[in-house]
């Protein structure tokens, strides 16, 4: 089934589908009508040139649906066509069609013979099709699929034979009709599934091909046939009906004479499609209809006069007889209207409606009472789930902070329910209020916005609106709130009510306020993070551009820091970092932006320079700031750093140039005195050069296979149990060393190597996890990193699978993790596409780095993400015994435990850090704590040795781990 719906919403253009499906339906109405014409004919000479031109009629429209199909398939190819072959196609198509309903209807019938020439000209004209195809590749056929497909195909076809057979009386065949439309889907659609097209070679042109435009004129004529086929029996129907119409004419006249008969009563009641009934003026039942006695057991005589009584159900006999009673003895012609439940013959009871109307003399008196029950079971049942439903949810409502409020565009006015007393706290909401109570209490910056999208969904035919703004309360407290309503339609489409509920987010919008600043802000600092500064970088830029003048941008690194912490302590390390922050925020100019990118560095961006030396008092400033020392309890600690500057346009055109060059000016920088801030100069494009140097690194390492994966273990926190392990890349040198990702970081960006890299990784993995299994070791969950580069190429489900097959495995145990930034970057939705895919294969998604980048809330609940991986850098910091420093992990944590998600911590290196993530609920650690990367030959021993149930005393690593 897999293949099947690939092949119909991947392989093909649905657009071209839903044109095929069209036709399929045009042939094979028009090819039944044209058939059932035929067969009215008496003279067997003129009945045969109609079926003749049925099959003619049959052939265009198989073979307009399946070339109609094949111009929507695989728009990835450049395929031509062999005009000869498709006109072959077309007459072997309608050769075998009209031989099936000649020889089916011609004399005797054969119905089902009929049906299998059809199914043969099915058949031929697909695979003629098929064949006229001319592509640069080898089209494959699975045997399977073409069986299945034939399969289909004839038996269908027979059906469709056997169906006219049947019902080729009737005023249209449409079960025939419909057998025949999906015999020839059936069949193109199966059969496709078992085409692979392998490209390679040369694309064959000779003979009398043409492209896609030309074999769409063929399509085209062909469909234009069809067309004239429809419009000649719709013509000849028009005909017939024509003289129809003159003999209901003079039927009706016949009628009218006989009204007042008693057999035109009869005729009258038993033709009703509900159950008609006639009673005498005095209210007797004299006629019912015949389904009467059906349903309820009870046969027409016993039920005249008063007998129909006594099948109604008790609790309703009373009033209807009452009722009836009135109405025969006033005549009210508008009071029989009434419900009842009438016993069936199996005991059972069932709604039915009562209607009737008094026939009349010119007089007045009333002659007789025509009447009617008609079914209401059904309706009756929906009216009381609806009933019920509404009452289940306005007793929900009263248990949740939902408000439940209902719109009345008639009356002008809402009616309010559920928990308006608890959230907003207006006691007139006990009654209705009118639409300015609503309007004046939403906040002002809000209302254009909520006002202007309630009209687009009112005006544009939408079922439903959903709005968040500012809601003002009682108590003079704005609150978030978020309102959503079904939109109640009239049958003309106007709005008559808006039914809806109001929910208080104001807690929720405080937290994503709170992820969404600890996501941009460093929880030490509190200045912007590596993202914010990414962030507000791009967007100087941009401004800069438009006014043509200038950005510069300042890397500044601490000299020494990690000994300063190692000999004063970390907090003494926070305390220097805090006071530079605090330096650099208060004495630079309005519009710059200061952020801290990580551990002890920082950048200052200074934005929309006039010159390209603007920067230099800025500079000077910033260098006579920083050299004071920091007070820490009673010390003194001297300040040692040095910076790098950058200028945009001058140095750089792309943000992230930039940075590489203001770090290369640092990194020079760093080779003088601290203190000194050296400019970025060309002769610092070295790094350009140490960027091909990598990827000529990786590109000899994927040519001489020395691309092997690592793997580090994950240890269940609560269990000591290894829950899977990460496969990690490295590069084996020539000489035999292991090298780290990093000797080939410029490859990660490249789109082409990335996807080589993964692919040999994928490859590795999948042969080492059948080993492991062969030796008979269950390692538990393998996950495996997978760049944006992937996912351009929209075949990444596809590419993983492939590997996992080739070596007899299956995607049950496998993770792929990838970055917030392919996530929710501009392949987003393709993205989220594809692991939605991978899902259904039983791969699991985790979140890498998670905090390092621009995801919140919002996108967990929406992209399919079962697993939190949070970054080392959040780790690093739970040793600092600092509530501030550890909010983003806690907040993380909660996070994930409030959305079902598992959390991997990586870079777990000390106990310390092991133990606080325990404590809050952390799933899975993983990092040198545990065990570093291991090559796959060492991971059964690993396995084999005693798990971590004492990671806690500082034993989680043996001397071989």
């Known amino acids: 089934m897999t293949r099947l719906y690939e092949v119909i919403f991947v392989q093909h253009d649905f657009r071209f589908i839903a044109l095929a499906v069209c036709i399929c339906a045009l042939g094979s109405l028009t090819s039944i009508a044209v058939a059932q014409h035929a067969l009215k004919h008496e003279t067997r000479i003129v009945r045969m040139k109609w079926l003749a031109f049925a099959g003619l009629v049959t052939g265009l429209g198989v073979w307009a649906t399946h070339f109609t199909a094949m111009l929507g398939y695989r728009d990835d190819l450049e395929i031509h066509y062999d005009l000869s072959a498709a006109l072959v196609s077309i007459a072997l198509a309608a050769g075998l069609a009209s031989s099936g309903w000649l020889i089916g209807f011609s004399r005797r019938e054969h119905g089902m013979l009929a049906g299998l020439l059809f199914g043969a000209a099915i058949a031929a004209a697909h695979f003629i099709d098929l064949h006229a195809i001319r592509v640069a590749g080898t089209v494959h056929h699975d045997p399977l699929w073409v069986s299945a497909s034939l399969t289909l195909g004839l038996s269908l076809g027979a059906l469709s034979g056997w169906l006219f057979a049947k019902d080729k009386d009737e005023v249209l065949a449409w079960s025939a009709a419909l057998a025949f439309f999906c015999a020839i889907v059936s069949l193109h659609f199966v059969a496709m599934a078992g085409v692979t097209i392998v490209p390679g070679g040369d694309l064959d042109l000779t003979g009398w091909t043409g492209t896609s435009d030309e074999l769409a004129a063929m399509v085209v004529g062909s469909f234009l046939l069809l067309l004239v086929a429809a419009v000649t029996v719709t013509w000849q129907s028009a005909s017939a009906a024509r003289i129809t119409a003159r003999q209901q004419a003079d039927l009706l006249q016949a009628l009218d004479t006989l009204r007042r008969s008693e057999a035109h009563h009869r005729a009258y009641v038993e033709l009703n499609p509900q159950i008609a009934w006639v009673a005498n003026p005095s209210g007797q039942i004299t006629e019912i209809a015949p389904l009467w006695r059906d349903l309820v057991g009870v046969s027409l005589e016993e039920s005249y006069g008063d007998g129909w009584k006594r099948v109604l159900h008790p609790d309703d006999l009373p009033p209807i007889v009452a009722m009836w009673d009135e109405a025969v003895r006033t005549g009210d012609e508008d009071r029989v209207d009434a419900r009842y439940r009438v016993r069936l013959v199996d005991g059972s009871y069932r709604w039915f409606r009562v209607r009737a109307r008094p026939r009349r003399e010119v007089d007045g008196t009333i002659v007789a009472w025509y009447g009617s029950l008609e079914d209401i079971h059904d309706q009756v049942l929906a009216e009381e789930a609806l009933r019920l439903s509404e009452e289940r949810y306005r007793l929900a409502s009263r248990a949740t902070n939902d408000v439940i409020w209902d719109w009345s565009f008639e009356d002008q006015r809402a009616t309010w329910a559920g928990a308006h007393k608890k959230v907003l706290g207006y006691p007139q909401l006990q009654g209705h209020t009118d639409l300015s109570f609503w309007l004046d209490r939403i906040h002002p910056d809000d209302l254009p916005r909520v006002l202007a999208s309630q009209s687009r969904a009112l005006e544009t035919g939408a079922d439903y609106w959903h709005e968040e703004y500012r809601f003002l309360t009682a108590s003079g407290e704005w609150i978030d709130t978020r309102s959503r309503c079904i939109i109640v339609r009239d049958a003309n489409g106007q709005s008559v009510r808006l039914v809806g509920s109001m929910l208080d987010i104001t807690q929720q919008k405080k937290a994503e306020a709170e992820l969404m600043w600890a996501a941009f802000h460093d929880p030490l600092t509190k200045l912007p993070n590596r993202s914010l500064y990414r962030v507000r970088l791009r967007t100087a ?421």
């Open 541 to 961: 830029v941009e401004i800069a551009g438009q006014n043509d003048n200038y950005v510069a941008l300042i890397v500044l690194d601490m000299n020494g820091f990690k000994e300063l912490n190692d000999t004063l302590g970390h907090s003494a390390g926070d305390k220097v970092l805090v006071e530079m922050a605090a330096r650099l925020s208060e004495n630079l100019p309005v519009g710059a932006t200061v952020a801290r990118l990580g551990g002890d560095e920082f950048a200052v961006i200074l934005p929309d320079l006039p010159s390209v030396t603007s920067q230099a008092s800025v500079v000077d400033r910033i260098s006579h700031i920083l050299i004071d020392t920091v007070e820490y309890t009673g010390l003194s600690i001297p300040v040692s750093f040095c910076g790098g500057v950058a200028l945009w346009p001058r140095d750089a055109r792309e943000p992230d140039e930039l940075l590489i060059a203001a770090d290369l000016a640092l990194y020079d920088a760093k080779t003088k005195m601290p203190g000194t801030i050296t400019e970025f100069t060309p002769s610092l494009r070295m790094v350009a050069e140490e960027r091909a140097l990598m990827l000529g690194r990786a590109r000899a390492a994927l040519t001489s296979d020395r691309v092997v994966p690592f793997y580090q273990p994950k240890i269940d926190l609560h269990s000591g149990k290894i829950m899977g392990w990460e496969a990690l890349l490295r590069i084996t040198g020539e000489d035999g060393e292991v090298h780290p990702p990093s000797r080939i970081a410029a490859a990660f960006s490249d789109p082409e190597i990335t996807v080589k890299l993964t692919d040999r990784m994928l490859s590795r993995m999948f042969s080492d996890l059948a080993k492991w299994r062969a030796m008979g070791v269950e390692v538990g969950r393998l996950a495996v990193n997978v760049s944006a580069g992937d996912f351009r190429q929209q075949t990444l489900a596809e590419r993983i699978l492939a590997h996992a097959q080739e070596h007899g495995q299956t995607l049950a145990e496998i993770d792929i993790e990838v970055t917030e930034g392919v996530l929710i970057g501009q392949l987003g939705p393709e993205v989220s596409r594809m692991l939605e895919e991978l899902r259904s294969m039983g791969v699991m998604v985790a979140l890498d780095d998670f905090g390092t980048g621009y995801a919140s809330l919002t996108h967990l609940q929406k992209f399919p993400v079962d697993v939190i991986k949070i970054d080392k850098t959040f780790i690093d910091q739970l040793d600092y015994q600092d509530a501030k420093a550890t909010a983003v992990t806690d907040a993380i944590l909660q996070m994930a435990k409030r959305l079902d998600m598992q959390t991997v911590a990586e870079g777990v290196e000390t106990v310390e850090q092991a133990r606080y993530l325990k404590a809050r609920g952390c799933n899975i650690g993983q990092g040198y704590l545990f065990s570093r990367p291991l090559p796959a030959s060492e991971v059964p021993a690993f396995m084999s040795a005693p798990a971590f149930q004492t990671w806690e005393f500082g034993s989680a690593l043996s001397p071989a781990r």
